[in-house]
């Protein structure tokens, strides 16, 4: 899911930047999703509803305009981002992440520079006096450019650390890509090992779906005469 982060320092206009970005992109046809980083319980844990899922580890929530599932944990974004289907993820808070660009929302305080960790595409807000943007900076009137520099630039990387790219961490080839030298295709982790086609289409699938397709047929096909390593192409 292509995810842009919107951080900033309390009270800098996160929310109402995330608000705006979310019905500009939602007009452009695309389907939103947003999580918000909080360090206190949702108030809905106070209310006499929830003492139903006191002793349980999930709570579920139907009413006739709204759902939610809720889980007694923190989870990361990676877990979280599979149940919130959607074309663009905004994502509220959550400074120390590195692993997708981020909209930077200023104050007009000399701590805001240290916002910057190289993944900012553009800064909103007031800036601090002498404080030179090396990245574009914006309004909220101009929240149809921002949302332009979101569709061009928005992406996620797997935060596995696992050096395919030749990069030690997602944050390194994530700073790259931001600076326009490398793209997403860089990340191997990425790149699906499994592809099923149906009629030519490609079908998709999460890396977990993709794994036991991949760790059946070739379990299934390992032990015949005549299997070796290599691409495996069925067709049916
Ligand atoms: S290959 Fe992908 S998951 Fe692995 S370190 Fe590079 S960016 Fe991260």
Not at 12 to 24: D, M, P
Not at 81 to 104: C, R, S
Not at 141 to 147: M, N, P, T, V, Y
Not at 210 to 228: A, E, Q
Request: charged content about 30%; proline content about 5%.
């Amino acid at each position: 899911m292509r995810t842009v982060g919107i951080v900033g320092y309390k009270n800098s206009g996160k929310t109402t930047l995330a608000r705006a970005l979310a019905q500009e992109l939602v007009k452009r046809g695309h389907r939103v999703a947003a999580v918000k980083h909080s360090s206190e319980r949702m108030d809905f844990f106070e209310k006499d509803t929830a003492r139903l899922g006191e002793f349980a580890n999930r709570v579920g929530f139907i009413s006739p305009l709204e759902s939610g599932v809720f889980w007694k944990k923190p989870l990361s974004l990676e877990n979280m981002a599979p149940y919130l289907e959607a074309d663009f993820l905004l994502v509220e808070g959550f400074k120390a992440e590195k692993t997708f660009p981020k909209i930077v929302c200023l104050r007009g305080e000399p701590d805001d520079r240290d916002l910057f960790d190289g993944l900012a595409i553009c800064a909103v807000g007031p800036a601090h006096e002498g404080h030179e943007l090396a990245v574009p900076h914006l309004s909220l009137d101009e929240i149809g450019k921002i949302a332009d520099l979101v569709e061009e630039k928005a992406f996620k990387l797997p935060n596995l650390d696992c050096g395919s790219c030749g990069f030690e961490t997602c944050y390194e080839l994530a700073r790259e890509i931001v600076g326009g030298t490398r793209s997403v295709e860089d990340c191997v982790s990425l790149q699906p090992m499994t592809e099923v086609r149906i009629d030519g289409e490609l079908m998709p699938m999460n890396p977990f779906i993709s794994d036991i397709v991949r760790g059946t047929i070739l379990g299934m096909l390992s032990p015949l005469k005549g299997f070796k390593k290599g691409k495996v192409e069925i067709s049916i």
